[in-house]
């Protein structure tokens, strides 16, 4: 690996069209192959690429550099591609890509006729068969992608506790953010190409710290069971000889054909959990905890046929959350996505919290796709309990329940109530009180997102019983 350098190229069919991308040569290879990174994009769609996927006519060289390892700096005089040529060259959908002005997160300040919306506030749950809203004073929607929950409400009764650090960019003094290294240039490149996992290939998504000699080879092959990881098939193969192993080292706490849960503490079982969070990091940009396993457990989410148990996906939560954190990293693998098990694993955390008589929320900062599940989730588990209880009460105009209420049925903490509910902007304030409106078409969309959620966690059939963590030596 060589001291990288910052070039702007075009390359000639981008998989994610880009006008500037950042180029590292890597001369271990017996064909040199370049790191792209597509400026504004995210580092999962990074990639290594040939010299002939480049247009070299029109890479801008940097004109001088101030030092081995410094920054190099481009003069203004260099040659800079106009914009026609980049919309000519370029994919056409790149001429969507624009800059959105960031979203006003104090917009509720702005709201001065109307009352502290509080945690114990109670709403009328209205049903609206015009496709039109009310006239209403409706609460702005909250639009922020980076789910920064400190911000979202200034409410002074709505208390939301975040650590400090988050606003100053600094990372928590506790839970899977503990270990954050700095992140520096070789951190910031993906060392793995290829992974083999039971009957996948998979290509990860960001840079893993495992051990160096592994970025050398074409495919890391890991054992579906115990996580190890190994260098060619036939390493796996007689490790696979002497494993023992045909499901995660835990208890089974819940089974359903064909899914299964498996509670693994990270104190008991060292290997498997620091593999676990090795493999997690490949597919995971923020979190990452790996030698401090002690105080997580973790809950693998698994398919089981006549073979054994497969590794679906996992996620990790503290033994003792002074922040009420019922998740600190959650992945669902890349073959199993978009099947629904994602919502599988929200779902059983929360399970496990009605269990302990508790409010949880995820730990954040919350990947863009793991916002995206989480908002999903949230959304359709409250407009559920606020559907049917319009339901059960036919004969009233308006249903009553609080945010309270509606925390105390679902386990979702308050703040995440509030946001999910400014999110739908179906909460209004009207004559004197704050109004959930519930629409025909929002109750379609909800009913036909409900048929498609095939996979549901039974609660009959978990059997667990949570510890008191504080009497244990961990």
């Known amino acids: 690996m060589v001291e990288p350098q910052h070039l702007h190229l075009y390359l000639k069919k981008p998989l994610n069209p880009s006008d500037t991308e950042m180029v590292l040569s890597n001369q271990n290879q017996t064909v040199k192959i370049y790191y792209v990174h597509y400026i504004d994009y995210n580092k999962r769609l990074d990639e290594w690429v040939t010299l002939d996927r480049m247009k070299v006519e029109k890479i801008q060289m940097p004109s001088s550099v101030t030092g081995h390892g410094q920054t190099i700096n481009q003069s203004s005089n260099s040659s800079n591609v106009s914009k026609n040529e980049l919309h000519d060259d370029s994919n056409p959908c790149s001429n969507k890509r624009k800059k959105k002005n960031p979203p006003n997160l104090n917009s509720l300040n702005r709201v001065q006729s109307q009352p502290v919306l509080s945690h114990n506030s109670s709403f009328s749950v209205l049903l609206n068969s015009d496709s039109k809203p009310i006239d209403s004073e409706p609460i702005e929607k909250e639009e922020n992608s980076n789910i920064s929950q400190s911000n979202e409400i200034t409410k002074p009764d709505i208390n939301i506790n975040e650590n400090s650090n ?64 190994m260098k060619s098939m036939k390493c796996l193969e007689r490790h696979r000889q002497k494993c023992k192993l045909y499901h995660p080292p835990g208890n089974e706490i819940y089974r359903k054909h064909p899914l299964s849960f498996f509670e693994v503490d990270g104190r008991k079982n060292k290997n498997y959990t620091q593999n676990l969070c090795l493999l997690a990091k490949l597919f995971l940009d923020h979190k990452f905890l790996h030698y401090d396993t002690d105080a997580f457990l973790f809950y693998i989410l698994t398919e089981y046929d006549s073979n054994g148990f497969h590794i679906v996906g996992y996620f990790s939560k503290e033994k003792e959350s002074s922040e009420d954190y019922n998740v600190a990293c959650i992945l669902t693998l890349p073959p199993y996505q978009r099947l629904g098990y994602g919502k599988v694993l929200i779902e059983f955390s ?42 059960k009460e036919p004969d009233q105009d308006k249903a009553q329940i609080s945010i309270q209420e509606l925390s105390e049925i679902t386990s979702i903490k308050k703040e995440d109530i509030v946001s999910t509910l400014q999110h739908l902007n179906i909460i209004t304030y009207y004559k004197g009180q704050y109004v959930i409106v519930l629409d025909s078409n929002l109750i379609e969309n909800h009913n036909q997102a409900m048929k498609k959620r095939k996979i549901r966690i039974d609660p009959k059939l978990l059997h667990w019983t949570p510890k008191d963590w504080s009497k244990h030596k961990f």
């Not at 928590?172 to 240039?185: C, F, K």
């Not at 929360?350 to 908002?375: A, F, M, V």
Request: hydrophobic letters at 35%; proline letters at 8%; charged letters at 20%.
């Open 350 to 391: 929360y399970e496990l919290s009605k269990i302990e008589g508790k409010t949880g929320t995820p730990e954040k900062p919350l990947s863009d796709l793991g916002l995206l599940c989480y908002r999903r989730y949230w959304s359709i588990t409250i407009l559920d309990v606020l559907v049917s209880l319009k339901q």
């Open 166 to 229: 988050q606003s100053t960019g600094l990372p928590r003094p506790t839970g899977s953010m503990v270990q954050v290294v700095h992140e520096d240039v070789l951190t910031r490149i993906k060392n793995i190409q290829t992974i083999y996992l039971g009957k996948h290939l998979i290509e990860p998504w960001y840079f893993a710290p495992y051990p160096q000699e592994l970025s050398q080879c074409p495919i890391v092959y890991i054992c579906e069971y115990c996580l190890k990881f």
